[in-house]
């Protein structure tokens, strides 16, 4: 019986195992583990950290179940009737001690963890010798089932792909046209939440050029799966030429055209060269109504999964 239940303790790190051996593989689907900019670098570290630290606890209270077990067992050769007393009521010595390292755990891990929480409500600092860059101001919209970025900066807009210079933060504005979604390009950082009628920050940075895979990390329908997007992260540069080709050649966002983007349902990638904040802001409470109001009967109706496929074709 207790072999058995010794086996079942072994199962149970089968998962951590796991993790550890696949991350040493450098698989392309873990890029949390990859990190290519200094905020996801911030969120690795703790990730580490806090593994390390919890692995650590892990290694003490196997050692004492391994020493009680051994020093305990019944068929131990020598063992007095009076080796065992459980009667610890009382004993100052051992309650101190189970009640201050707990405490000690916790500080030590909330210290680093709540640090880090709040370091990423601001911009990422400059590597040092680097000078400040202000952030570029980016405004990530989200619509079933697909995503708008608009740079007031450069007066374009883009659907469903984003280009960031690299080395400097990326200020995004995360807003929602109608349901709740989430932003996460996990090459760069963790999540955040985009709502309608508000607007949410997120700081992310790239160091490295490449091109890193973004979506909608929260669950909202059928269209769920194919909320992706692909993030080009390139020199300053070629950033400026990207967006100077957008703004001159480019077609313009009209009212109209942005309104038959809205309705829901997919879209291929598109460039624009001015931004749809020129006609509805969907973090105001004005404009937070403005998609469900218009679109009122095609929210009611069940969208089909064709749809899907359609948008699974230019991925
Ligand atoms: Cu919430």
């Known amino acids: 019986m207790k072999a058995k239940h010794l086996r079942n303790r072994w199962l149970g790190l089968l998962p951590l195992g796991l993790i550890l051996f696949l991350s040493g593989c450098g698989q392309l689907e873990m890029t949390v583990l990859d990190p290519k900019g200094p905020v996801a670098q911030s969120q690795y570290d703790l990730i580490v950290y806090s593994l390390w630290f919890m692995l650590g606890i892990i290694v003490v209270v196997f050692a004492l179940f391994a020493y009680m077990l051994i020093k305990y067992r019944e068929n131990r050769p020598g063992r007095k009737e009076s080796d065992y007393d459980p009667n610890l009521h009382g004993n100052t010595t051992i309650e101190v001690i189970w009640t201050i390292i707990p405490i000690i755990i916790v500080v030590l891990l909330s210290i680093p963890t709540v640090t880090t929480l709040f370091d990423l409500e601001k911009p990422p600092e400059p590597a040092a010798g680097e000078e400040v860059k202000e952030p570029l101001v980016v405004y990530a919209t989200t619509a079933d089932w697909k995503w708008f970025f608009s740079y007031p900066e450069q007066d374009i807009e883009t659907v469903n792909y984003l280009h960031i210079p690299t080395d400097r933060p990326i200020e995004f504005r995360l807003s929602s046209a ?63 030429t990207w967006a100077d080709e957008i703004k001159n050649e480019a077609p313009e966002l009209t009212a109209d055209r942005y309104d038959e983007l809205l309705a829901p349902g997919m879209t291929d990638v598109q460039s624009y060269s001015n931004t749809h904040l020129d006609y509805v802001k969907h973090h105001t409470r004005e404009g937070m109504g403005y998609v469900v109001e218009k679109y009122r009967e095609q929210f009611k109706e069940k969208l089909h999964l064709y749809e899907i496929d359609k948008q699974e074709s230019f991925q």
């Open 178 to 240: 109608d349901s709740m979604s989430a932003l996460w390009i996990p090459a760069l950082g963790g999540q955040k939440y985009n709502m309608a009628g508000m607007m949410t920050k997120l700081y992310l940075q790239a160091d490295e050029e490449g091109v890193y895979d973004g979506r909608n990390s929260n669950f909202n329908g059928e269209g769920f799966a194919a909320q992706t997007f692909k993030v080009y992260a390139e020199n300053e540069e070629e950033f400026n």
